[in-house]
């Protein structure tokens, strides 16, 4: 895949979120169009570009498989009791007229092991993990049947991989996630960039989308000259509810439930 020039998104946040805004840095290599590096995820100053990490080699020093396991155990065990985690299940409980989903993709979660070590990171990382994970066994219970779930992420290390193959389910390469999108699917991407967004939605309307929406990329000035023809459609055809908040932290800052309409059409 050849280079591509940057092209810097800055995506908004949330009024309560203070003078930080995540600045997005868009460019292909062989990580993949969005290669969601941890430092391209962190909060900057307005118009700073975040240096483009180059592909991670798996260490002596990298956490095993068990080691990410043990700690996604503790930290989603601690998500549990949070209000963020009280306050979903609120949602979802009382959701009438669901489409029947069976599958779910979940787009660029990063890695659980970056390369800093930096803890937030880390936590970020697993809570929206838990988040996911906990959509999914709360709409099973709802509809009576298994979603297969599926992880697109260009930056996983084989470690990462293995964590999620350990928890029952799949890794697959881009643009298999994108081209399994159809309307009984759950597409779960946070924080992501435009482009991803976009490939993600481009056959079909998903039952279920969790990400940024159209109305908060609307409202910032910076994207204007990108094409929305296809967020808009999805807006248009379903119901929103933002996303609870994770107290203290920016991990679901911008981003909303999307819940297609039964008369929603793609």
């Keep these: 895949m050849g280079p591509q020039s940057t092209q810097v998104v800055h995506e908004p946040l949330a009024a309560n979120d203070g003078e930080q805004e995540w600045t997005k840095v868009q460019r292909k290599s062989r990580r993949g169009p969005k290669a969601r590096a941890q430092s391209a995820k962190m909060p900057t100053r307005p118009g700073v570009v975040t240096a483009t990490p180059t592909p991670r080699q798996a260490t002596a020093s990298d956490l095993t498989a068990q080691d990410i396991r043990?700690?996604?155990?503790?930290?989603?065990?601690?998500?549990?009791?949070?209000?963020?985690?009280?306050?979903?299940?609120?949602?979802?409980?009382t959701k009438a007229d669901l489409a029947h989903i069976k599958r779910a993709v979940c787009f660029g979660i990063g890695t659980f092991d970056p390369e800093d070590?930096?803890?937030?990171?880390?936590?970020?990382?697993?809570?929206?993990?838990?988040?996911?994970?906990?959509?999914?066994?709360?709409l099973e219970a709802k509809q009576k049947s298994p979603i297969q779930c599926l992880f697109q992420e260009p930056v996983f290390s084989a470690n990462d991989a293995d964590f999620i193959s350990q928890l029952g389910h799949h890794v697959v390469e881009s643009p298999a996630g994108f081209e399994l999108v159809?309307?009984?699917?759950?597409?779960?991407?946070?924080?992501?960039y435009r482009e991803i967004y976009s490939q993600a939605i481009a056959k079909a309307i998903p039952a279920v989308f969790v990400g940024t929406g159209y109305d908060?990329?609307?409202?910032?000035?910076?994207?204007?000259?990108?094409?929305?023809?296809r967020l808009k459609t999805v807006d248009a055809a379903c119901e929103k509810v933002q996303?609870?908040?994770?107290?203290?932290?920016?991990?679901f800052t911008s981003t909303s439930l999307h819940w297609r309409r039964p008369d929603g059409s793609g």
């Excluded at 996303?243 to 991990?251: A, N, V």
């Design 70 to 93: 043990e700690q996604h155990k503790r930290i989603y065990d601690q998500w549990l009791e949070s209000d963020c985690h009280k306050k979903l299940e609120e949602i979802i409980s």
């Design 243 to 251: 996303f609870p908040q994770d107290k203290g932290y920016t991990t």
């Design 216 to 229: 908060v990329w609307d409202n910032y000035h910076d994207t204007q000259d990108l094409d929305w023809d």
């Design 182 to 192: 159809d309307e009984s699917t759950l597409v779960y991407g946070v924080h992501l």
């Design 117 to 138: 070590g930096a803890w937030e990171v880390k936590r970020r990382t697993h809570v929206q993990l838990a988040a996911f994970l906990r959509i999914i066994g709360l």
